[in-house]
């Protein structure tokens, strides 16, 4: 694997890790239902979003350091794009679970007849 690939799921890792890290220090196995997996979707794809922005931005700045490390601008801007575009697809499926409320209610909640 390329070392332009690796950073790019390196930070998508990091992104997931740092979202279980809070998980893992906030609730227990009983605590889970199905609008605590939506909030938790809501912000495991926030996460994700804001970590490769903020990552988008550092390359996008085109620091002389980042050169080295990338080994060319070439390589930089392919980091660069990728990100972007897993950024895009974060913010869809963000969105997506937001809206996603008004389609599990009628499965998931129970009105005063049950």
């Not at 890790?17 to 495991?44: C, H, P, T």
């Not at 950024?87 to 009628?106: C, D, F, R, T, W």
Request: with cysteine; aromatic share 14%; hydrophobic share 55%.
């Amino acid at each position: 694997m390329s070392r332009e690939k690796m950073i790019v799921w390196g930070v998508l890792l990091f992104s997931i890790l740092l979202w279980a890290l809070d998980i893992v220090m906030k609730y227990q196995i009983s605590d889970w239902g199905i609008w605590l997996f939506r909030k938790e979707m809501i912000n495991l794809t926030g996460v994700i979003c804001l970590v490769t922005m903020g990552v988008i931005m550092l390359l996008a700045l085109r620091p002389r350091f980042l050169e080295g490390i990338f080994q060319g601008l070439d390589k930089t801007y392919y980091v660069h794009k990728w990100l972007g575009i897993f950024s895009v697809i974060a913010v869809v499926l963000h969105y997506g679970a937001k809206l996603s409320k008004s389609l599990l209610q009628p499965f998931f909640e129970r009105g005063p007849n049950h």
